[in-house]
Nanobody, 124 residues
Framework: VQLQAFGGGLVQTGDSLRLSCTAS????????LAWFRQAPGKEREFVSA??????SYADPAKFRFTISTDNSKTTLYLQMNNLRPEDTAVYYC????????????????????WGQGTHVTVSS
């Protein structure tokens, strides 16, 4: 499965962006899904995840970001509001084969497929 993330860009502090992620096999059915990000000089970190059991957010993303899929489960989204300069990073979508019925995972090692990343830059 090849994932493609898009929707990043250059925005100002307080702006919103919606990231999207699609799969080459056209559906995310039965996958646990997540967003991670990697800021310059830092390790890739968990942002948010979603499965049938619910959603999970890293503390910086709580109350500002919302993860979702469309009803047909062909697109994964990350709605990001009130963006801050510290949100600047490359954002990656990831899919956990067979993880749909598990609890949302924050572990990078649980994800089998990764998108190429989309750049988000938030200026102050």
């Amino acid at each position: 499965v090849q994932l493609q993330a898009f929707g990043g860009g250059l925005v100002q502090t307080g702006d919103s962006l919606r990231l999207s992620c699609t799969a080459s096999d056209r559906t995310f059915s039965n996958y646990g899904l997540a967003w991670f990000r990697q800021a310059p000089g830092k390790e890739r970190e968990f942002v948010s995840a979603i499965t049938w059991r619910g959603t999970s957010y890293a503390d910086p993303a709580k109350f500002r970001f919302t993860i979702s899929t469309d009803n047909s489960k062909t697109t994964l989204y990350l709605q990001m509001n009130n963006l801050r300069p510290e949100d600047t990073a490359v954002y990656y979508c990831a899919a956990d084969r067979g993880g749909y019925y598990s609890s949302p995972s924050r572990r990078r090692s649980d994800y089998d497929y990764w998108g190429q990343g989309t750049h988000v830059t938030v200026s102050s």
